[in-house]
């Protein structure tokens, strides 16, 4: 699985990631406010709408928490639907580039750039251009997470 995502970036509250697209099992495809509340497996975790949440990961568990798999599909504009257990997370590049998110790590984040996979360090709801590229040898880019309100 690799070195899991930071606790301090997922869960319910302001400044941790948001889920841009998300399709529960027995719904449709949806924008609705949600949120990663643990990591389960290689690009699987349990996503849960923010409005069944009452505090960062609490409650521990709820009924309608799902393991769904982070897919790279371009929405509204690329056209690509998403499946029943998948969700997406849109970043922004430092050049203005919404780029999907094809795996969450504890400092970066790799992305799809034109059928390209390429690293990249993230900020949550700004762009991270403010830190250091070249302290990460692995980033040659600098992207922006959506970002709970």
């Known amino acids: 699985m690799g070195r899991p995502i930071n606790k301090d970036k997922i869960g319910y509250g302001s400044g941790r990631i948001a889920v841009t697209r998300h399709f529960f099992t027995g719904g449709a495809e949806a924008t609705t406010a949600a949120h990663i509340v643990r990591q389960a497996g290689n690009g699987k975790y349990v996503v ?32 690509e639907a998403l499946a029943a257990g998948e969700f997406t997370i849109d970043a922004v590049g430092s ?55």
Do not use: M
């Open 48 to 79: 849960r709408l923010d409005s069944n949440a009452t505090g960062t990961f609490l409650p521990r568990t709820d009924s309608n928490d799902e393991v769904l798999t982070l897919v790279n599909k371009a929405g509204t504009g690329g056209g």
């Open 95 to 149: 050049d203005s580039t919404t780029y999907q998110v094809t795996k969450l790590r504890n400092r970066s984040v790799q992305l799809e750039a034109g059928g390209t996979e390429v690293n990249a360090i993230y900020n949550i709801g700004y762009d991270a251009s403010a830190r250091e590229i070249s302290g990460h040898p692995n980033a040659n880019l600098s992207v922006a997470l959506p970002g709970q309100a």
